[in-house]
């Protein structure tokens, strides 16, 4: 009965909320009864037993600091395979098709991103393109970037409208996870052949658009986040004009901090576009990703940071359709 109780006591007291299992709290107890014939303890024996509590204290931290460190190493191989498959499945947008050209890039905090990039050629003429951010960092948010871009695929694939998908999307998001988890976004989708674009902004930065030489446009039509509530969603119209470049980027651009705690920011990022915007593609996305790394210094990443630079490039002439063949994008 008494190490029942021993028993109960310990366990009461490691399942509490002020006194979880830590490495502060760990505790040995042993329960020790006198020799047959004796009512006490020679001095000698309370040494030997000091010892071997000392000693079994010993093992038990021991034991709990090996049983933590395989726990994080077995979390940090998850998250790295997690990361891998992400780059080679969810972070693998369609081939651009000749009137489109486009880069980007993705920087997770952790090896799994929750920042969620595709392009998804639905025909000949028109092309769907999705930058969006979901809550939080780690496994479980990669795994639901995976999720939401299988969702997304099927149903814009089955024939469904933008937003429809978006509903959709939301639907899915507000009844699993009852609000705890959302995602802001900017879905489009560009006709090729004129240039028309239909594009939904669910309460994500507004892309910015530019042309060779001009300057910077943005699309400042938004709507609440995915996941909340429920209700439609409405999408607007832009057309532009070939040679024309849209600019979309996740918060963690423009939540970059330094070390003072100053933000990258909408002022910085609108520089660099209108100074390097009409620089080859390659240069745009390794340009912002030197200028983020050089303003954060080294202050530790906060978010993920994504990046996509589309260009608009129809055939105008035939000539233009051969120079473009021989690689001459522009």
Request: proline fraction near 5%.
């Amino acid at each position: 009965n008494l190490i029942q109780r021993i028993h109960a006591v310990i366990d009461g007291r490691l399942r509490s909320p002020k006194k979880a299992a830590t490495s502060e709290n760990l505790a040995c107890a042993f329960l020790v009864g006198y020799p047959h014939g004796r009512d006490r303890l020679y001095l000698h024996e309370i040494r030997y037993l000091q010892e071997a509590a000392r000693l079994a204290g010993m093992m038990l931290f021991n034991m709990h600091a090996l049983i933590r460190e395989v726990d994080k190493r077995k979390k940090v191989r998850d998250l790295q395979q997690s990361g891998q498959y992400q780059k080679l499945y969810t972070l693998n947008p369609d081939p651009a098709p000749e009137t489109l050209d486009y880069r980007f890039f993705n920087r997770p905090v952790l090896s799994v991103t929750g920042d969620y990039i595709d392009i998804v050629r639905l025909d000949f003429q028109r092309t769907a393109v999705f930058l969006g951010d979901v809550s939080g960092h780690g496994l479980g948010t990669g795994f639901l970037v995976s999720a939401l871009r299988a969702i997304v695929r099927t149903s814009i694939g089955s024939g469904k409208s933008l937003p429809e998908v978006l509903d959709i999307l939301n639907e899915f998001l507000t009844d699993r996870y009852s609000g705890y988890e959302f995602l802001t976004l900017f879905a489009m989708i560009l006709n090729l052949q004129d240039g028309r674009i239909e594009y939904i902004n669910a309460a994500h930065p507004g892309a910015y658009l530019k042309l060779p030489g001009g300057p910077l446009e943005k699309l400042e039509n938004t709507q609440r986040l995915l996941g909340i509530l429920p209700g439609p969603y409405k999408s607007f119209t832009y057309q532009i004009k070939p040679g024309q470049r849209v600019f979309l980027f996740s918060d963690g651009v423009l939540e970059t901090a330094n070390s003072r705690d100053e933000f990258f920011g909408e002022s910085r990022l609108a520089a660099f576009l209108t100074e390097k915007g009409d620089d080859p593609l390659d240069d745009v996305v390794a340009g912002l990703q030197t200028s983020l790394i050089g303003f954060r210094g080294s202050a530790p990443p906060g978010d993920d940071t994504s990046f996509l630079v589309l260009e608009y490039l129809p055939a105008r002439s035939l000539l233009d359709f051969v120079l473009r063949g021989l690689g001459i994008r522009r």
